[in-house]
Protein backbone atom coordinates (compact mmCIF):
# COMPACT_ATOMS: atom_id res chain seq x y z
CA UNK A 1 0.00 0.00 0.00
CA UNK A 2 2.79 2.34 0.73
CA UNK A 3 4.56 1.55 -2.54
CA UNK A 4 0.95 2.21 -4.25
CA UNK A 5 0.75 5.84 -3.04
CA UNK A 6 4.01 6.93 -2.86
CA UNK A 7 4.93 7.30 -6.85
CA UNK A 8 1.77 9.44 -7.68
CA UNK A 9 2.75 11.83 -4.25
CA UNK A 10 6.25 12.19 -5.55
CA UNK A 11 5.10 13.09 -8.95
CA UNK A 12 2.94 15.55 -8.17
CA UNK A 13 5.49 16.70 -5.80
CA UNK A 14 7.88 17.49 -8.83
CA UNK A 15 4.96 19.09 -10.90
CA UNK A 16 4.42 21.32 -8.31
CA UNK A 17 7.88 22.61 -7.94
CA UNK A 18 9.00 22.58 -12.14
CA UNK A 19 7.20 26.35 -12.47
CA UNK A 20 9.40 27.37 -10.14
CA UNK A 21 12.64 26.40 -12.03
CA UNK A 22 10.86 27.05 -15.36
CA UNK A 23 10.04 30.64 -14.03
CA UNK A 24 13.77 31.72 -13.24
CA UNK A 25 15.17 33.85 -16.11
CA UNK A 26 18.65 32.62 -17.58
CA UNK A 27 21.40 34.71 -15.90
CA UNK A 28 22.51 36.21 -19.06
CA UNK A 29 23.37 39.95 -20.25
CA UNK A 30 22.28 39.25 -23.94
CA UNK A 31 18.82 40.25 -24.90
CA UNK A 32 18.01 37.74 -27.27
CA UNK A 33 18.70 34.98 -24.36
CA UNK A 34 15.45 36.46 -22.72
CA UNK A 35 11.89 36.10 -23.63
CA UNK A 36 9.70 39.45 -23.79
CA UNK A 37 8.28 38.89 -20.27
CA UNK A 38 11.62 38.73 -18.64
CA UNK A 39 12.97 41.53 -20.72
CA UNK A 40 9.63 43.65 -19.88
CA UNK A 41 10.89 42.84 -15.95
CA UNK A 42 14.25 43.49 -16.05
CA UNK A 43 14.33 46.73 -17.58
CA UNK A 44 10.90 47.86 -15.09
CA UNK A 45 13.87 46.75 -12.80
CA UNK A 46 15.97 49.28 -13.84
CA UNK A 47 18.39 47.51 -16.12
CA UNK A 48 17.45 50.65 -18.85
CA UNK A 49 21.03 50.80 -20.55
CA UNK A 50 21.32 48.33 -23.82
CA UNK A 51 24.88 48.06 -25.56
CA UNK A 52 24.44 47.90 -29.24
CA UNK A 53 27.54 45.53 -30.55
CA UNK A 54 28.78 46.99 -33.98
CA UNK A 55 30.59 44.21 -35.68
CA UNK A 56 31.27 43.42 -39.60
CA UNK A 57 32.02 40.65 -42.12
CA UNK A 58 35.13 41.12 -43.49
CA UNK A 59 38.45 39.34 -44.68
CA UNK A 60 41.27 39.72 -42.32
CA UNK A 61 43.72 37.84 -44.01
CA UNK A 62 44.88 33.98 -44.64
CA UNK A 63 44.75 33.62 -40.85
CA UNK A 64 42.06 35.12 -40.10
CA UNK A 65 38.23 34.17 -39.82
CA UNK A 66 35.84 36.31 -41.42
CA UNK A 67 33.61 36.66 -38.45
CA UNK A 68 36.64 38.55 -36.26
CA UNK A 69 34.75 41.91 -35.64
CA UNK A 70 31.58 40.25 -34.61
CA UNK A 71 33.43 37.69 -32.05
CA UNK A 72 35.34 40.28 -30.68
CA UNK A 73 32.67 42.88 -30.18
CA UNK A 74 30.23 40.39 -28.63
CA UNK A 75 32.54 39.14 -25.68
CA UNK A 76 33.70 42.63 -25.24
CA UNK A 77 29.97 43.93 -24.89
CA UNK A 78 29.20 41.19 -21.97
CA UNK A 79 31.95 42.03 -19.97
CA UNK A 80 31.37 45.70 -20.20
CA UNK A 81 27.68 45.07 -19.03
CA UNK A 82 28.77 42.77 -16.39
CA UNK A 83 31.48 45.46 -15.38
CA UNK A 84 28.23 48.12 -15.51
CA UNK A 85 25.64 46.40 -13.83
CA UNK A 86 21.84 47.10 -14.68
CA UNK A 87 22.75 46.76 -18.42
CA UNK A 88 21.65 44.51 -21.41
CA UNK A 89 23.36 43.81 -24.99
CA UNK A 90 21.64 43.68 -28.13
CA UNK A 91 22.24 41.16 -31.18
CA UNK A 92 25.25 41.87 -33.13
CA UNK A 93 25.00 44.38 -35.77
CA UNK A 94 27.25 42.01 -38.36
CA UNK A 95 26.24 43.69 -41.72
CA UNK A 96 28.11 46.99 -42.42
CA UNK A 97 29.46 48.95 -44.91
CA UNK A 98 32.86 47.57 -46.15
CA UNK A 99 33.32 48.90 -49.79
CA UNK A 100 31.72 48.65 -53.51
CA UNK A 101 30.45 46.26 -55.33
CA UNK A 102 30.64 47.12 -58.91
CA UNK A 103 33.77 47.82 -59.16
CA UNK A 104 34.79 46.04 -55.70
CA UNK A 105 36.70 48.12 -53.46
CA UNK A 106 37.97 48.31 -50.20
CA UNK A 107 37.39 44.93 -48.31
CA UNK A 108 35.07 44.01 -51.23
CA UNK A 109 37.93 43.07 -52.98
CA UNK A 110 38.04 39.66 -51.30
CA UNK A 111 35.70 37.00 -50.87
CA UNK A 112 33.61 36.85 -48.42
CA UNK A 113 33.16 40.14 -47.23
CA UNK A 114 29.67 41.71 -46.80
CA UNK A 115 28.73 45.29 -47.36
CA UNK A 116 25.58 47.24 -47.35
CA UNK A 117 25.13 51.23 -48.07
CA UNK A 118 26.03 53.65 -45.48
CA UNK A 119 22.77 54.96 -45.50
CA UNK A 120 21.34 51.61 -44.93
CA UNK A 121 23.56 51.02 -41.87
CA UNK A 122 22.49 54.18 -40.62
CA UNK A 123 18.98 53.90 -40.90
CA UNK A 124 19.48 50.18 -39.27
CA UNK A 125 21.19 51.73 -36.47
CA UNK A 126 18.59 54.41 -35.96
CA UNK A 127 15.86 51.72 -36.35
CA UNK A 128 17.44 49.47 -33.53
CA UNK A 129 17.96 52.48 -30.96
CA UNK A 130 14.16 53.66 -31.37
CA UNK A 131 13.22 50.20 -30.95
CA UNK A 132 14.87 50.03 -27.62
CA UNK A 133 13.80 53.01 -26.45
CA UNK A 134 10.24 52.41 -26.91
CA UNK A 135 10.80 49.69 -24.71
CA UNK A 136 11.89 51.46 -21.98
CA UNK A 137 15.55 51.75 -22.40
CA UNK A 138 16.80 55.08 -21.31
CA UNK A 139 20.74 54.94 -22.67
CA UNK A 140 21.34 53.25 -25.85
CA UNK A 141 24.84 53.14 -26.66
CA UNK A 142 26.46 51.73 -30.09
CA UNK A 143 29.89 49.95 -29.39
CA UNK A 144 31.52 49.84 -32.93
CA UNK A 145 34.52 47.42 -33.35
CA UNK A 146 35.43 48.88 -37.12
CA UNK A 147 36.82 51.78 -37.81
CA UNK A 148 35.44 52.43 -41.08
CA UNK A 149 32.22 53.30 -40.21
CA UNK A 150 32.96 55.43 -36.68
CA UNK A 151 31.78 58.27 -38.48
CA UNK A 152 28.48 57.27 -39.78
CA UNK A 153 27.77 56.51 -36.23
CA UNK A 154 28.49 59.57 -34.65
CA UNK A 155 26.22 61.07 -37.14
CA UNK A 156 23.22 58.67 -35.97
CA UNK A 157 23.73 59.68 -32.30
CA UNK A 158 23.75 62.86 -33.25
CA UNK A 159 20.08 62.40 -35.03
CA UNK A 160 18.85 60.12 -31.92
CA UNK A 161 20.08 62.80 -28.95
CA UNK A 162 18.12 65.58 -31.25
CA UNK A 163 14.69 64.18 -32.02
CA UNK A 164 14.89 62.40 -28.57
CA UNK A 165 15.34 65.59 -26.18
CA UNK A 166 15.52 64.89 -22.68
CA UNK A 167 13.05 61.45 -23.17
CA UNK A 168 16.47 59.75 -23.79
CA UNK A 169 20.04 59.18 -24.66
CA UNK A 170 21.99 57.38 -27.48
CA UNK A 171 25.66 57.50 -26.97
CA UNK A 172 29.17 56.49 -28.41
CA UNK A 173 32.00 56.65 -26.23
CA UNK A 174 35.30 57.46 -28.12
CA UNK A 175 37.52 55.79 -25.84
CA UNK A 176 35.64 52.21 -26.89
CA UNK A 177 37.58 52.21 -30.53
CA UNK A 178 40.44 54.56 -29.40
CA UNK A 179 41.90 52.41 -27.11
CA UNK A 180 41.62 49.21 -29.27
CA UNK A 181 43.65 51.40 -32.26
CA UNK A 182 45.87 54.00 -30.56
CA UNK A 183 45.85 52.73 -27.24
CA UNK A 184 46.13 49.25 -27.94
CA UNK A 185 49.37 50.30 -30.06
CA UNK A 186 51.03 51.84 -27.50
CA UNK A 187 50.56 49.20 -25.02
CA UNK A 188 52.23 46.72 -27.27
CA UNK A 189 54.74 48.99 -27.97
CA UNK A 190 55.81 49.23 -24.30
CA UNK A 191 55.77 45.12 -24.31
CA UNK A 192 58.75 45.42 -27.46
CA UNK A 193 56.08 45.15 -30.44
CA UNK A 194 57.35 46.85 -32.90
CA UNK A 195 55.47 49.54 -35.31
CA UNK A 196 55.80 47.40 -38.39
CA UNK A 197 54.29 44.32 -36.82
CA UNK A 198 51.49 45.90 -35.44
CA UNK A 199 49.80 47.07 -37.86
CA UNK A 200 46.08 48.80 -38.68
CA UNK A 201 44.13 45.24 -40.52
CA UNK A 202 44.97 41.78 -39.78
CA UNK A 203 48.59 42.60 -38.04
CA UNK A 204 49.70 41.79 -34.81
CA UNK A 205 47.48 43.62 -33.05
CA UNK A 206 44.41 42.75 -34.30
CA UNK A 207 45.44 39.18 -34.52
CA UNK A 208 46.24 39.00 -30.77
CA UNK A 209 42.71 40.88 -29.44
CA UNK A 210 40.89 38.00 -31.42
CA UNK A 211 43.23 35.30 -29.83
CA UNK A 212 42.26 36.71 -26.80
CA UNK A 213 38.36 35.76 -26.79
CA UNK A 214 38.21 33.96 -29.77
CA UNK A 215 41.64 31.85 -30.91
CA UNK A 216 39.91 28.85 -32.38
CA UNK A 217 38.84 31.86 -35.25
CA UNK A 218 42.72 32.41 -35.58
CA UNK A 219 44.69 29.70 -37.92
CA UNK A 220 47.72 29.84 -35.39
CA UNK A 221 49.95 27.26 -36.66
CA UNK A 222 49.72 28.56 -40.70
CA UNK A 223 50.60 31.75 -39.21
CA UNK A 224 53.31 31.04 -37.17
CA UNK A 225 55.19 29.40 -39.99
CA UNK A 226 53.55 30.92 -42.79
CA UNK A 227 55.63 33.82 -45.28
CA UNK A 228 55.13 36.84 -44.26
CA UNK A 229 51.77 38.41 -45.38
CA UNK A 230 50.99 42.09 -46.62
CA UNK A 231 47.86 44.03 -49.11
CA UNK A 232 47.88 41.50 -51.38
CA UNK A 233 47.31 38.72 -48.73
CA UNK A 234 44.36 41.44 -46.95
CA UNK A 235 46.85 42.33 -44.30
CA UNK A 236 47.42 46.56 -44.19
CA UNK A 237 50.88 47.46 -42.74
CA UNK A 238 51.74 44.76 -39.75
CA UNK A 239 52.79 41.23 -39.22
CA UNK A 240 50.62 38.80 -37.30
CA UNK A 241 53.59 36.45 -37.01
CA UNK A 242 54.34 37.01 -33.28
CA UNK A 243 50.53 37.67 -32.16
CA UNK A 244 49.40 35.53 -28.75
CA UNK A 245 46.14 35.55 -26.29
CA UNK A 246 48.53 36.90 -23.96
CA UNK A 247 49.57 40.03 -25.72
CA UNK A 248 46.10 40.20 -27.05
CA UNK A 249 44.92 40.23 -22.81
CA UNK A 250 46.35 43.16 -22.65
CA UNK A 251 44.29 45.41 -24.82
CA UNK A 252 41.33 43.61 -24.04
CA UNK A 253 41.08 44.67 -20.25
CA UNK A 254 42.15 48.02 -21.59
CA UNK A 255 39.28 48.29 -23.75
CA UNK A 256 36.72 47.13 -21.35
CA UNK A 257 38.00 49.28 -18.02
CA UNK A 258 38.34 52.38 -19.79
CA UNK A 259 34.90 51.63 -21.35
CA UNK A 260 33.18 51.00 -18.29
CA UNK A 261 34.59 53.94 -17.07
CA UNK A 262 33.63 56.56 -19.45
CA UNK A 263 29.84 54.68 -19.87
CA UNK A 264 29.37 55.50 -15.71
CA UNK A 265 30.57 59.21 -15.80
CA UNK A 266 28.04 59.90 -19.52
CA UNK A 267 24.75 57.54 -17.83
CA UNK A 268 25.06 59.08 -14.29
CA UNK A 269 25.33 62.89 -15.88
CA UNK A 270 22.27 61.59 -17.70
Same mark, same amino acid.
Given at each position: ???????? %????????????? @??????????????????????? &???????????????????????? +???????????????????? /??????????????????????????????? /?????????????????????????????? =?????????? %???? @????? =???????????????? !??????????????????? %????????? /??????????????????? !????????? +???????????????????????????? &? +?
Amino acid at each position: MYCRFRLP %LACAALLLAAPVV @WAQAPKTVFLEDLTWTELRDQVQ &AGKTTILVPIGGTEQSGPYVALGK +HNARVKVLSQRIAEGLGNTL /VAPVIAYVPEGGTAPTSSHMRFPGTITVPDE /VFKKTLESAANSFKVHGFKNIVFLGDHGGY =QKDIQQVVAQ %LNKS @WGATG =QALVPPVYYATSSDGY !AQILRQHGIRDDEIGTHAG %LADTALLMA /VAPQMVRQDAMRSGPKVGQ !ADGVYGGDP +HRASAELGQLGIDAIVSKTIQALKTSTA &A +H
